[in-house]
């Protein structure tokens, strides 16, 4: 049975998964808020939210080839693949999934950050408080066990961007920390100058 994050929880996904843990899916998920459509007015654009993973090393954002998302599907490492971008949250389960190869991670990378911006949100004047039910959830690679899941309850109108959480290396585990911070960032670009 998967554990249920809250806001800033941290857990161990190597204790919780029974050990061997070697490859994780950080699968993220969401849906459009339903809209009032106005009289006369043209259809509104769907929202195409965008999930990321930056790849740090010693804490730091190093470089663009570092950024896996839907311009740059696979690490230069090959242990981080995006599994495709999703352009409107449409339907049922996982909206987009990153593919984490923990075991042949090199060892000077010490943290993956998940974050989901939406795709020219000022252009189209959307923010994530027209977002619902957006989650990510971990699963284990190898036996496609959900580890845990981390359900964003907060408020986040106004905000274009959000960091989801975290998978990092500490004492020889890995970890995830759910943190849920909204941001007003406008592209993966503005969200990667966090972490250089």
Same mark, same amino acid.
Request: with cysteine.
């Given at each position: 049975?998967?554990?249920?994050?809250?806001?800033?929880?941290?857990?161990s996904?190597?204790?919780?998964?029974?050990? &061997?843990?070697t490859?994780v899916? @950080?699968? #993220? &998920?969401? %849906?459009?808020?339903?809209? *009032?459509?106005k #009289? $006369?007015?043209?259809?509104?654009?769907?929202? %195409?939210?965008?999930?990321?993973? $930056?790849?740090?090393?010693?804490?730091?954002?190093?470089?663009?080839?570092?950024?896996?998302? $839907?311009?740059?599907?696979? =690490?230069?490492?090959?242990?981080?693949?995006?599994?495709? %971008?999703? #352009?409107?949250?449409?339907?049922d &389960?996982?909206?987009?999934?990153?593919?984490?190869?923990?075991?042949?991670?090199?060892?000077?990378?010490?943290?993956?950050?998940?974050?989901?911006?939406?795709?020219?949100?000022?252009?189209?004047?959307? =923010?994530?408080?027209?977002?619902?039910?957006?989650?990510?959830?971990?699963?284990?690679?190898s036996?496609?066990?959900?580890?845990?899941?981390?359900?964003l309850?907060?408020d986040?109108?106004?905000?274009?961007?959000?960091?989801?959480?975290?998978?990092?290396?500490?004492?020889?585990?890995? *970890? $995830?920390? @759910?943190? &849920?911070?909204?941001?007003?960032?406008?592209?993966? %670009?503005?969200?990667a100058?966090?972490?250089?």
């Amino acid at each position: 049975m998967s554990i249920s994050l809250q806001k800033g929880q941290k857990v161990s996904l190597t204790k919780e998964s029974g050990g &061997g843990l070697t490859n994780v899916i @950080a699968a #993220l &998920g969401w %849906d459009e808020a339903p809209r *009032k459509k106005k #009289l $006369f007015a043209k259809e509104p654009e769907p929202i %195409d939210c965008d999930a990321s993973a $930056f790849v740090l090393r010693e804490g730091l954002l190093r470089g663009k080839e570092d950024i896996v998302y $839907f311009g740059n599907l696979n =690490h230069v490492s090959g242990c981080i693949k995006h599994m495709g %971008d999703n #352009l409107t949250g449409a339907g049922d &389960g996982d909206d987009e999934q990153i593919y984490i190869d923990l075991a042949a991670l090199p060892n000077d990378i010490d943290k993956v950050i998940i974050v989901v911006n939406i795709f020219q949100a000022r252009i189209r004047n959307q =923010h994530f408080g027209m977002i619902q039910n957006a989650y990510i959830r971990i699963i284990d690679g190898s036996t496609q066990r959900e580890i845990i899941k981390y359900n964003l309850t907060d408020d986040y109108s106004g905000c274009t961007a959000l960091i989801f959480g975290e998978v990092y290396r500490y004492n020889n585990e890995w *970890k $995830f920390t @759910a943190i &849920g911070q909204g941001t007003n960032d406008n592209s993966v %670009d503005e969200l990667a100058r966090r972490y250089k």
